[in-house]
């Protein structure tokens, strides 16, 4: 084994991801690694791109679109990579945003009835209070 190649194992402890998860990312073709045997290898142009799925994933990305556009290298080179890479970027960001805002939305009607609640909790205590006394 060259060193430039990493095991399976070593590639799921450098960018912390599961078996099946790199199993997965191989099945769907993101990834190719070389094998021997039943031992899989990756090089370093699989962990480039594992950084680059990985990124993708934290931004959003459906695995889908990072399939393509990892493609998009092999078929069209780097310009036409970047070029797809802008408009998804252009894309996730209005995307990321609007989520942002119903995500603020949300936030802000949560703490006005959370506050409402407990403004009015002393009430409540109150009447229930006066209630078991009348009881007994």
Same mark, same amino acid.
Not at 21 to 28: A, F, K, N, S
Not at 40 to 57: E, H, P, Q, V, W
Not at 72 to 82: P, V
């Given at each position: 084994?060259?060193?430039? @190649? ?8 450098? /960018? ?24 899989? /290898? ?12 990985? @990124?993708g994933?934290k /931004?959003? /990305?459906?695995? +889908?679109?990072? @399939? ?5 290298y ?5 310009? %036409? ?5 802008v *408009?998804?970027?252009?894309? *996730?960001? +209005? +995307? ?9 939305? %949300? ?13 009015s909790?002393?009430?409540? +205590?109150? @009447? ?9």
């Amino acid at each position: 084994m060259s060193d430039s @190649r990493i095991s399976f194992k070593e590639m799921c402890e450098q /960018f912390d991801v599961t078996p099946r998860t790199l199993r997965y990312y191989e099945y769907i073709e993101l990834l190719s690694p070389e094998r021997e045997g039943r031992s899989r /290898f990756y090089t370093a142009r699989d962990s480039a791109r594992m950084k680059l799925i990985l @990124r993708g994933r934290k /931004f959003g /990305f459906s695995l +889908e679109t990072i @399939r393509q556009w990892l493609d998009i290298y092999d078929e069209q080179g780097s310009a %036409a990579q970047m070029e797809i890479w802008v *408009q998804n970027a252009d894309n *996730q960001l +209005e +995307e990321l945003r609007a989520q942002r805002a119903q995500i603020d939305e %949300a936030i802000d009607e949560l703490q006005t009835l959370r506050d409402r609640t407990a403004a009015s909790l002393g009430d409540y +205590e109150s @009447r229930d209070a006066a209630r078991k006394t009348a009881k007994t």
